[in-house]
């Protein structure tokens, strides 16, 4: 059979290509349809259910009473499941495809997670019912605990943090706890190098600490004598990510951790990169003090539009007594929660949360690591550590890697490749989208010029792996060969074409505002 | 009436500081903007803060990047801006003419010795 039979009467691809500049009647592409907002669906009069007419009743509420109506769209039901689905549809997640965002570790989360954080007894309790009626949820954050100590070597862990960012927030406070009851709270310096992840500098600012930066290698590393020089009485902490957002390990570290505490300081280890490592390095052999370990990375719970980050912090000796409440503590076979500063957590530092911390992510992130065992995260520390070098080794010819040698778990180029092809970062990264690709973190880190930074995690299969270098490939030599036009229009397939980012961040619209408010307010 | 001389040097974090006696007007270079891209926030300090030269004193937000700008000088703010705020994208389309930031009564003008002069800072910026 020839090419032509095969297509039973339907158009080549070089008229699809063509449609794609072609508008529609109706402002629909293809199926992928123009969705208004609910509020613009909405009907006066329109009903999804028949409710009764609400009975006569005083009216107790005076001047509160409402005076207007509260302005929320009239709808049938129909109406309100395609809206939902469609706005489902046009969402991209790593349900959808390949998600290469660099520093976020967009893994499969396995659906065995979902089945076990769904049974009744973790999905249907309450954090107020009686302590007697949860004692299996306690365990189970007891056995998640004990597990992210032994995978770290810590010996204590504060379950509640909420995310990353609150788990540095959390430690950063355990670290200032730990200072004041040595009546050392003059140390009020935090070393950041210029490696770590945004958070750190922001962590350490909003707890009143000032930050002082260090200077990366052009290694892409801690540069040694220059964090050295900045030590002093007034050092409280070094905070550094390793693997760093370069994606390089910091082979120095224990070297930095040794030279914070000869100076009196500690050592706060941002954990977002631990699925580098997991099962094979434990932190407190790196001589760390504490480290926040993002469950919604590593240990593959839902996160961006799936669901909650949790961000448990495993503490060193020097800084366990000071851990969040509440505690859960083991009281021969039986669970307890310590709910204010007293007994075994007399020095907490108090609350930061309402209650014990992300129990849906607690359950999936304990499923994942039992169903996995000690040899299956070893072995996604392997593969994602692999699965990062083959696209480095596959690209460092058509792209520019900044640093030599090989990464760990994720890539990072500069935009020196695209230098006088008019092609910046972000127009790639536009142009990747109508390829089928959620972008790669672009302009981070900020230690290197138009960072393009990407992260395959352990979940891609090669032939997935060679598409993505096939396209990335493509897209280089096509802008170096000067079809600049093409990446700057980019992206072209896809409902909306290249937005005003810049209008949208000066003069952003957050909210819909009925048309007549919006003249009443001009 | 007479004249004023002004003189306009450069700091290595890519901030020009017009001199005029003893105020000086802050704000980034032609290099840093184009560095930044579009810039959308802006934050000012207030008027009579004072800060040692090196302190943060402004912030600036393009659609890549968030810096922080530092006094070049030790001194108090005696003006600053006003509609840099509500229109951040003179930060891009004038950055050394009316997107300047603030200006600075200098408490110790021989920190002056240390900035640098325009053919420091073009050697500086590999220009």
Known sequence: ?522 | MSTVKSTVKFTADHEWVQITGNLARVGITQYAQEQLGDVVFVELPAVGATFAQGKEAAVVESVKAASDIYAPLSGTVAAVNDGLPDNPSLVNTDPQGDGWFFEITLSNPSELDGLMDETAYQAHTGA
């Open chain 1, 1 to 522: 059979m020839t090419a032509q039979d095969r297509s039973q009467g339907r158009h080549s691809r070089d008229a699809v290509v063509e449609l794609a500049s072609v508008e529609t009647t109706s402002g629909h592409r293809g199926l992928i349809l123009e969705e208004p907002l609910i509020f613009e669906l909405g009907q006066p009069g329109r009903l999804g259910v028949d409710l009764p007419d609400a009975p006569k009743a005083p009216n107790r509420l005076g001047a509160l009473a409402r005076r207007g109506g509260v302005g929320l769209p009239d709808l049938a039901e129909p109406q309100v499941v395609r809206h939902f689905t469609r706005l489902s549809q046009k969402n991209y997640g790593i349900d959808s495809g390949f998600f290469p965002l660099g520093s976020c570790t967009m893994k499969h989360n396995p659906r065995l997670n979902e089945r076990m954080a769904r049974l009744p007894g973790f999905a249907d309790i309450h954090p107020l019912q009686p302590i007697s009626t949860v004692q299996g949820a306690l365990e189970l954050i007891d056995t998640l605990a004990h597990w992210l100590k032994t995978l770290t070597g810590m010996p204590a862990v504060a379950m509640s943090p909420a995310a990353g960012a609150h788990g540095e927030f959390c430690g950063m406070v355990a670290i200032k706890a730990a200072l004041a009851a040595r009546g050392e709270s003059h140390r009020t310096r935090v070393l950041v190098p210029e490696s770590a992840h945004g958070t750190n500098p922001a962590t350490a600012a909003s707890i009143g600490f000032s930050v002082d930066p260090i200077p990366a290698t052009a290694e892409g590393r801690v540069d040694l004598a220059a964090f050295k020089a900045k030590l002093g009485p007034d050092v409280a902490a070094i905070m550094l990510t390793n693997p760093n957002t370069c994606g390089l390990f910091e082979r120095d570290i224990r070297e930095i951790a040794d030279a914070i505490h000869g100076a009196g300081g500690y050592f706060y280890c941002d954990g977002a990169n631990f699925n580098a490592i997991v099962g094979r390095v434990r932190p407190a052999d790196l001589g760390v003090d504490c480290m926040h370990i993002n469950l919604h990375k590593t240990f593959s719970t839902p996160h961006g539009g799936g669901g909650p980050g949790s961000g448990p912090v495993v503490l060193s000796d020097a800084l366990a007594a000071y851990a969040p409440l509440p505690w859960i503590v083991n009281r021969n076979g039986s669970f307890a929660v310590l709910e204010a500063a007293e007994a075994e957590a007399a020095h907490s530092f108090g609350r930061l949360k309402a209650f014990h911390g992300q129990m849906g992510m607690f359950v999936r992130a304990l499923s994942y690591m039992l169903s996995h065992g000690a040899d299956g995260l070893w072995q996604v520390a392997s593969d994602a550590v692999l699965n990062a070098n083959y696209i480095l080794a596959s690209l460092k010819e058509a792209f520019s890697a900044p640093f030599d040698g090989p990464c760990m778990h994720e890539v990072l180029f500069d935009d020196s490749f695209l230098k006088d092809t008019g092609v910046s970062t972000l127009d790639f990264a536009k142009a990747l989208i109508d390829e089928g690709y959620h972008p790669m973190t672009m302009y981070f880190p900020l230690v290197v010029h138009g960072a393009m930074l990407i992260e395959p995690t352990e979940t891609e299969d090669k032939a997935t792996l060679d598409k993505f270098i096939t396209v990335m490939r493509a897209l280089a030599e096509k802008a170096k060969a000067g079809d600049a036009e093409a990446f700057h229009t980019a992206p072209r397939l896809t409902p909306r074409r290249r937005l005003d980012e810049t209008l949208a961040a000066r003069k952003p619209v957050l909210r819909w505002s009925p048309p007549k408010l919006a003249q009443a307010a001009e």
